[in-house]
């Protein structure tokens, strides 16, 4: 979510209207984990802006809006953002990136 939170400095298929958008389109996640995905979390600068409950998702190598292919599949996730989920505003920075990747996850 760096390169699509901050409106001013977001480019091409970064560039989202709303918080939703920016925290749920477009992620390079296995297949396999997709599934056990029960919230997706809006990180900015380690801290936490957004939070959605997945509902369910999809698979796209295509952004229709900005007429963008994607090298590979990515997903993209629907649900309901929570306005009041204990982790927004927390600090998540001590949690450990994957292999050098945008995604973390938590137990």
């Excluded at 229709?64 to 309901?80: A, I, L, P, S």
């Excluded at 929570?82 to 001590?94: E, G, M, Q, R």
Aim: aromatic share 16%; hydrophobic share 35%; with cysteine.
């Amino acid at each position: 979510m760096n390169r699509s939170f901050d409106d001013a400095k977001a480019q091409g298929v970064y560039q989202r209207i709303n918080i939703y958008e920016k925290t749920r389109q477009y992620w390079a996640i296995a297949k396999s984990r997709a599934a056990e995905i029960d919230y997706v979390l809006g990180v900015y600068h380690g801290i936490v802006r957004s939070v959605i409950k997945v509902d369910s998702y999809d698979w796209t190598f295509y952004d229709e809006e900005k007429k963008v292919r994607f090298n590979k599949e990515r997903c993209c996730f629907h649900g309901t953002l929570i306005a009041d989920s204990p982790y927004l505003n927390k600090d998540v920075s001590d949690y450990p990136f994957g292999s050098g990747g945008a995604i973390r996850y938590i137990p």
